[in-house]
Nanobody
Framework: QLQLVESGGGLVQTGGSLRLSCEAS????????MGWYRQAPGKQRELVAT???????NYADSVKGRFTISRDNAKKTVYLQMNNLRPEDTAVYYC????????WGQGTQVTVSS
């Protein structure tokens, strides 16, 4: 049974940094594309960043230049380095693993105080 477990969320002040991690179990991690998504209260879930199995990355315009997605296939882990955080980045952040099927993590809360 494949599981995705996110960690690294928390409370940070405006301008601060956090690094989220998402570790997968029970699957061949390297063949999957990975992504981070977020959902703020009262809003729809939105794409933050994706990284393909080959390492190509894609970012939402709102996080370009501030967030970096990366992966370590040996550790079956995808990371999201978030710098210069803003209050509007406050959301639950979810990890997604996808190819022909998709899997989601349970989410981790990120709160940025002004």
């Amino acid at each position: 049974q494949l599981q995705l477990v996110e960690s690294g969320g928390g409370l940070v002040q405006t301008g601060g940094s956090l690094r989220l991690s998402c570790e997968a179990s029970g699957s061949i991690f390297s063949i999957y594309h990975m992504g981070w998504y977020r959902q703020a209260p009262g809003k729809q879930r939105e794409l933050v960043a994706t990284i393909s199995s080959g390492g190509s990355t894609n970012y939402a315009d709102s996080v370009k230049g501030r967030f970096t997605i990366s992966r370590d296939n040996a550790k079956k882990t995808v990371y999201l380095q978030m710098n210069n955080l803003r209050p509007e980045d406050t959301a639950v952040y979810y990890c997604r693993m996808f190819k022909s099927t998709e899997y989601w993590g349970q989410g981790t809360q990120v709160t940025v105080s002004s």
